[in-house]
């Protein structure tokens, strides 16, 4: 491989250092990576739910790695107008996936103990509870 005076942005791999926080629904393992996205696993115990909520600036994409999850869900139009909008419950099992975008409600909650992928776009946007 030859390297030439044209790199303009020098690229590397570093390793991250997990944190384990507990919640009232159960527990996560969180990790940064890059500056603008950012991991989770969720252990959420049975019968157990995260909050009900929203970011402005996030996406995130949520994968069943165990268990089985129901999913409220609405689209960014749902707090104007939730006739309209109304929405959305599903049962998710191990191997599925739901993304969801910045602006559009969600809630997680445990049917039997289970693992949830997070892959968030900027880990730096807060919360706003539904």
Not at 121 to 126: T, V
Request: proline fraction near 5%; aromatic fraction near 12%; hydrophobic fraction near 30%.
């Amino acid at each position: 491989m030859t390297i030439t005076n044209s790199i303009t942005e020098y690229k590397t791999a570093w390793r991250a250092k997990p944190n384990k926080n507990k919640k009232e629904w159960g527990w996560e393992i969180s990790w940064p990576a890059m500056s603008t996205i950012g991991g989770k696993i969720l252990h959420i115990n049975a019968g157990k739910s995260t909050s009900f909520k929203y970011y402005t600036n996030k996406n995130e994409t949520l994968y069943v790695m165990s268990g089985l999850v129901e999913i409220k869900y609405g689209d960014e139009l749902f707090q104007f107008d939730p006739v309209q909008h109304p929405i959305k419950t599903e049962l998710f099992k191990e191997g599925e996936a739901i993304n969801i975008q910045s602006g559009c409600p969600y809630q997680v909650t445990a049917i039997e103990y289970s693992e949830v992928l997070e892959i968030g776009d900027n880990s730096r946007s807060n919360p706003v509870k539904v």
